[in-house]
């Protein structure tokens, strides 16, 4: 869609309005946002667009486009599909004894503690890529602080979990329990260790800039709902 309006602004309810006209989600609800801002942010979006609406340039917009239209109408079945990370949860598994072990336990076991004592669960750790199961309480818990999130939570906690592959460390985050940039790095130590090995591969640095800047894009949104 190529740029057709010269004004964005945003209204008093919380949506966004281009020459006057509110902006709505793909699915053609109202993009309105309860948060101002986030609102403001998304109105910033919508005024950096060139000549044409690059989607990708737009990562709040699209978050609040899912909080609204996807979530929303049924978040507890978005909810689930988040929760099911505390099954396989990456700071679970770790390296054999050395080196790398000693990095995991000191940037993971800070997050399992953390978890323990906020959640009241047990985690099974191991060493390995072999599946353990976690306990069913710990499971039950762990689904049910995903269920109390709102949708407008929910909605950047997903890529935040999936990108670090980790749901204790997406709630750390949400929870301020743990700074963004200290997660991300958590997630990232096997990765880290083995370019500090055998040497940094251009394709993986290049896909994980990306990765980053989608990360950093859903932990914005956080900030901005809480401001």
């Known amino acids: 869609m190529k740029r057709f309006w010269k004004d964005v602004a945003v209204t008093a309810e919380g949506g966004i309005a281009l020459d006057g006209r509110p902006v709505r989600t793909p699915g053609r609800l109202p993009l309105v946002v309860p948060f101002p801002a986030l609102a403001e942010a998304i109105a910033d979006e919508w005024r950096a667009v060139g000549e044409t609406i690059d989607p990708r340039a737009m990562p709040l917009t699209g978050l609040a486009n899912a909080a609204i239209e996807r979530i929303a109408p049924d978040a507890a079945a978005f909810a689930g599909g988040i929760a099911v990370y505390g099954g396989t949860d990456l700071l679970c598994y770790r390296a054999e004894p050395g080196l790398l072990t000693e990095r995991q336990a000191a940037a993971w076991d800070p997050v399992l503690d ?22 069913p309480l710990t499971l039950a818990r762990l689904r049910e602080a995903v269920f109390a999130l709102s949708p407008w939570t929910l909605a950047p906690l997903s890529p935040v979990v999936s990108l670090l592959g980790s749901l204790l460390l997406g709630l750390a985050v949400v929870e301020q329990a743990i700074d963004a940039d200290a997660a991300w790095g958590a ?30 894009a859903a932990v914005r949104f956080l900030d901005l709902i809480r401001a």
Request: hydrophobic letters at 40%; charged letters at 30%; glycine letters at 6%.
């Open 187 to 216: 997630a990232h130590i096997d990765e880290d260790w083995q370019a500090e090995q055998w040497g940094e591969d251009a394709l993986a640095a290049e896909t994980r800039a990306v990765r980053h800047a989608e990360y950093r």
């Open 114 to 135: 953390w978890a323990r004592a906020r959640y009241g669960v047990e985690l099974t750790v191991t060493d390995g890529v072999m599946p353990v199961e976690q306990p």
